[in-house]
Structure formats: C-alpha cells, structure tokens
C-alpha cells in the first residue's frame, strides 16, 4: 500500500517513522485523503474486504471524532497506526489469496459400488461347488467296518485303548460295537476298578461263524 499527499510519498510504515521523528507534524496529515487511498488499494475480493470491516471502522471512527487541543496529535499517530495495520492486513491477505490460488482442488474418491449379481451368475457359481461336493466319495465307517478292523486283536485280553482306534469318531463306533457284541456275548467289558482302563476279552474264537455273522448285516 502507497500513500501520497504534499511533502511524502510512502507506505503507512515509513509514514508513521516520518510522524515519530519530526520531519512532518501531525496537524498537516490529511485524514480524508489517506481513507481514501487505502480504500482505493483494498483487494476486490469482497471476502477480504469484510475481514478488513473492523480495521477500517476504527479509522473512521478517527476520522469522524471531533479532536481539539493537546490530544490532536496523539489522535493522528492512532490514525497513523491503523493505517499501519491495515497495511499489514492488506498485505497478508494479498498473500494467502495467491496461496490459495496455487492450491488444486481434490475431491474425494467416489464410494465403492456394491456389487450386485444376478441370480443366475449366483447360481451358475453355486453349482461347480456341488457338483464337488456331490463327487466326494462317501466315508465308510459303520459298525461292520469297525469291527472288520478290530477283531483280529481280540485273540486274547486286550485294553480298549491298545485298539486300531486312532480317532475319536472310530473310538465312539468301535465302543459302539462292542457294545452289540457283547449283547451277541462275544466278548466280555470289564474294569478292575470306577473310572479305570476298560477291557475287552473275547468269549468265543473270533474267528468261529456266530463272530462272522455278528455284524453280516446293519
């Protein structure tokens, strides 16, 4: 911001240094003229001349006071001062505007679409899994199975645990199993004690034809 008027030329700074020092007196300055100018040299922008509002209110204000006597000059230096601040806001805000025009928009990224498909592409995707699941041979462990296996250790007394039984789903068929032969009396299932190992002791050859046919049919 530039200042003119008879006997300076100058910014509000250098105008307020020539005021401090002597070299021009207060009652000369043309307050008026210097409104003038500085409205003159505020940005277009009408967002930065609101924020510029108060600075210059208070100058008016200045402007508008009846001054007489001895505070005529403090009045003037007041002046001198707003016109000083409103320098430096002028100033600021000539910077943060060229700022902001170096500074490139961004928009958020658009929100992801949910994914919809049709009925048909669903089921297309569903039959290929049953298919496979229909083509899995189907696991065979029934109770023929699980005695066709454990049998051929019930020569002698034998502990339940010491059974080709490796799983907990082939222990509870296998249990299942004894279970029907001794309901047969093929084998005997004791404990020496509650809760202690259980045993399986044959009754007859596991080999004879009553053995065989014990699980001949489910």
């Keep these: 911001?530039?200042?003119r008027f008879d006997g300076f030329e100058g910014s509000p700074l250098e105008l307020k240094e020539a005021l401090r020092r002597g070299r021009i007196p207060p009652g000369s300055l043309p307050v008026l003229l210097?409104?003038?100018?500085?409205?003159?040299q505020l940005p277009q922008d009408l967002k930065a001349k609101a924020e510029l509002l108060p600075l210059l209110a208070e100058l008016l204000l200045f402007k508008l006071r009846p001054v007489a006597g001895p505070e005529k000059e403090e009045q003037e230096e007041a002046v001198v001062q707003v016109l000083v601040d409103l320098s430096q806001a002028v100033a600021f805000l000539e910077e943060r505007a060229q700022a902001r025009s170096r500074v490139l928009p961004v928009f958020p990224p658009p929100l992801p679409r949910r994914l919809s498909l049709p009925k048909a592409a669903l089921a297309r995707a569903a039959l290929a899994f049953r298919r496979a699941v229909l083509h899995l041979?189907?696991?065979?462990?029934?109770?023929r199975e699980v005695w066709g296996r454990i049998r051929g250790f019930l020569t002698a007394r034998r502990?339940?645990?010491e059974l080709p039984l490796p799983t907990w789903p082939e222990k509870a068929v296998g249990f299942a199993?004894?279970?029907?032969?001794?309901?047969l009396e093929e084998v005997l299932l004791f404990q020496e004690a509650p809760f202690a190992e259980l045993y399986v002791e044959p009754r007859r050859q596991v080999g004879s034809p009553s053995a065989?046919?014990?699980f001949g049919s489910d």
């Design 34 to 40: 210097l409104v003038d100018q500085a409205l003159a």
């Design 177 to 183: 199993a004894l279970l029907e032969a001794v309901r």
């Design 212 to 214: 065989e046919l014990v």
């Design 1 to 3: 911001m530039r200042l």
């Design 159 to 161: 502990r339940f645990s």
């Design 137 to 143: 041979p189907r696991e065979e462990l029934g109770l």
